[in-house]
């Protein structure tokens, strides 16, 4: 008898489904409706010398189509492609793209498609009938026999639950070949799920990690896999078994100070699972290179280390110990840093809780190591801040004014902003601001909210302040953007901080707006400072500073050490969140060297730059950093943050203003004049699950 070739069998068997050709030809199409936005772009091939992009810096042809068109890039053989801000519908893109080819550049324009989906899903449906079909001409083998299932921890991957799951096979496959087997997995009375598929009749047992919990009883039955000719069978279930794996318990948390003491570290408590099923019990331990480490041990979630000393540098750990082995908790780094307790902004009552926050931060930030780009003056050499810029390339984007002798350049060094008026001195503005982001924890100076962090300088501001246009590539470019005349930006910014204001009515440019609206679309969180327009007894709602009033930017107002509003900052509705700038005014409960106001690294020269100091200042310029530095440590704790996740976590994170103030008494009205809150990174962070 003539065998049938394949594509005669698949029609007899989908004959006896009553699916004709013509019925699987349907199955693998697919009907787009006209309301259906999968249009994402257009792909544009332009006439010959014509460049894709205009002078204004738009895509060529923009203007004709009618919609914004983003993203501009070769794809090959002389076409272009550009996004639209939302994926539209065939017709909708269709009216975009006839508009287009009315421009005389334009030779051919075609619509760019999101794919897959509906087709690929219906095509599968169509695969598993004919499969359904295929199966039914043979009988399921029987169930396997002798199936066992055992803890099977393994101390390769110590905190990873594992089982082994054996068995032997079926004594009947009805005339069919053996082809392999199916070994499904329930963890904690959940529904059962094909876990793993193996393809060696020979196979005779499996090791098993995914999904499974330590402490909580894992499930298992395995299935027969045959085969005759094209024809597949799944074959009958084996018995159910089941085993409670255990593991090395995971590495603890420190999650801060009990009551803050330095002395009693506290934890986070170990879930079943994460004590790896088992009992566990905790050892705390205290280490400095000049002295001897110090324990404390527990079945808590703190414990005292007696005979701590003063100004040591102690990195603290925890290890969490059960009868699989041990795991220890990234080190907490106690600075030591000499202008540390004159920092009351990170760590008073009404301070944003670092010590906490640096508690549970990641110990190596590798993974996610987060740029913030400083758009400022600029800064000068300091060793507090040496590390954080090495290897970052930042930008001088100060077209005049910028005290160097020259326009943009690759060197964003800090000139000094001093004026031909002799007796002009210059700011160090950009260190002071670069300083509360990002100064190291090295034992000496201060610390900054996120130590580790890498610093991307953007000069901005000279000794003539700064333009608009130069302020709108700075954003750009920091954010990832091409800038032309400028170098490709290899180490883009996740958060980019301004600290700058007005203090009169300055509406929002529409360029710089577009910026950072471009910006946001990168993914970019953009924190500026609301102003200092208060401090001459006329303040202004932070609505009306620039470029605190542009969309999307997270514009930040300054409080004091008692919780309420510095008397300088800008208020209203145009503020988001506050957190401390400093209040010379408000001078309880910070040093007597701080005087109510904030202690950062600053340069020692008159005009140019001297030797690295230190110095204190107040302004919405000092809180702004603050909110920046939060947001990078957001960042580095997870890779998929977004500027949308920053702000819900923020908002989730906050800690309330000073009673009684009206800060508080308008906190979450309408009418609010502070923000949500002033800033707790503690909670900022914890608020990342």
């Not at 329930?186 to 499996?206: C, D, E, I, M, P």
């Not at 100064?439 to 501001?461: D, E, H, T």
């Not at 609206?517 to 303040?539: C, E, F, K, M, Y």
């Not at 409960?589 to 109510?596: D, F, H």
Request: charged share 10%; glycine share 12%; proline share 5%.
């Amino acid at each position: 008898m003539k065998k049938l070739g394949v594509v005669t069998a698949l029609a007899l068997a989908l004959s006896a489904l009553g699916l004709g050709q013509q019925s699987f030809a349907a199955s693998t199409s697919t009907s787009v409706s006209a309301s259906t936005k999968d249009v994402v772009g257009l792909m544009i091939k332009y006439r010959s010398g014509v460049s894709p992009l205009a002078p204004n810096g738009e895509v060529t042809g923009e203007n004709f189509a009618g919609a914004s068109l983003r993203g501009l890039h070769g794809i090959g053989g002389g076409v272009d492609a550009v996004s639209f801000e939302s994926a539209i519908t065939r017709t909708e893109a269709s009216v975009l793209a006839a508009n287009l080819e009315r421009d005389p550049r334009v030779a051919t324009v075609s619509l760019d498609h999101q794919i897959g989906g509906t087709a690929f899903s219906q095509r599968n449906m169509g695969i598993q009938q004919l499969a359904l079909a295929l199966g039914a001409v043979i009988k399921a083998a029987s169930a396997p026999a002798k199936v066992s299932i055992t803890d099977s921890w393994s101390a390769s991957a110590p905190t990873a639950p594992r089982v082994k799951i054996s068995w032997t096979p079926p004594k009947s496959l009805y005339g069919a070949k053996l082809s392999g087997f199916q070994i499904w997995t329930s963890v904690n009375g959940a529904k059962f799920t094909l876990t793993q598929t193996v393809n060696k009749s020979t196979t005779r047992s499996v090791y098993v990690s995914a999904g499974l919990r330590a402490g909580y009883s894992a499930r298992a039955f395995v299935k027969a896999v045959t085969r005759a000719g094209l024809a597949v069978k799944i074959g009958l279930p084996s018995t159910i078994v089941s085993v409670v794996p255990t593991s090395a318990p995971v590495a603890p948390s420190i999650t801060g100070y009990l009551d803050n003491v330095i002395s009693q570290p506290q934890w986070a408590a170990l879930a079943a699972s994460q004590r790896g099923g088992l009992p566990v019990t905790y050892t705390a331990t205290a280490a400095a290179s000049s002295s001897p480490s110090v324990t404390c041990i527990t079945n808590s979630t703190s414990c005292q280390l007696s005979g701590l000393l003063t100004g040591i540098d102690y990195s603290i750990t925890v290890t969490a110990v059960n009868a699989r082995g041990s795991s220890v908790s990234p080190s907490v780094l106690r600075p030591s840093d000499e202008r540390f307790y004159d920092q009351w902004y990170l760590f008073g009552d009404y301070g944003i809780n670092a010590p906490a926050a640096w508690a549970m931060r990641t110990q190596n930030p590798a993974p996610n190591q987060v740029v913030v780009a400083v758009l400022d003056t600029g800064i000068t050499s300091h060793s507090d801040l040496n590390a954080a810029v090495a290897g970052i390339s930042g930008y001088d984007f100060v077209s005049t004014g910028g005290n160097d002798g020259d326009g943009w350049d690759s060197n964003p060094t800090d000139s000094g902003d001093f004026t031909s008026d002799p007796t002009s001195t210059s700011s160090w503005h950009g260190t002071h601001v670069t300083g509360l982001i990002a100064a190291a924890a090295n034992g000496q100076g201060i610390v900054g909210v996120a130590p580790g962090v890498k610093i991307q300088v953007v000069r901005v501001l000279g000794a003539t302040g700064g333009r608009e246009s130069d302020l709108y590539a700075a954003i750009t470019w920091a954010s990832g953007g091409i800038v032309p005349n400028a170098p490709t930006n290899t180490t883009p910014a996740k958060v980019i901080n301004i600290s700058m204001g007005t203090t009169t009515y300055t509406p929002c440019d529409q360029m710089v707006q577009s910026a950072i609206t471009a910006a946001l679309a990168r993914g970019v969180t953009i924190v500026t400072s609301a102003g200092n327009g208060d401090d001459q007894g006329n303040p202004i709602d932070a609505m009306q500073s620039y470029p605190g009033d542009c969309h999307g930017n997270i514009t930040v107002g300054a409080t004091g050490a008692g919780g309420d509003a510095s008397y300088y900052s800008n208020n209203g509705l145009g503020v988001d969140i506050s957190a401390p700038g400093g209040d010379d005014q408000v001078r309880s409960g910070t040093s007597n060297q701080a005087q109510g106001m904030i202690i950062s690294d600053l340069n020692a020269g008159s005009r140019a730059p001297g030797g690295e100091s230190f110095a204190y200042d107040e302004g919405t310029s000092m809180a702004s950093p603050l909110v920046a530095g939060a947001a990078a440590l957001l960042y580095e704790k997870s890779s998929r943050m977004t500027p949308d996740l920053v702000w819900q976590y923020l908002q989730a994170g906050v800690k309330k203003f000073a009673p009684g103030t009206q800060c508080a008494l308008t906190a979450g009205t309408v009418n609010q004049m502070c923000g949500i809150g002033i800033l707790d990174v503690a909670k900022t962070l914890a608020a990342v699950k």
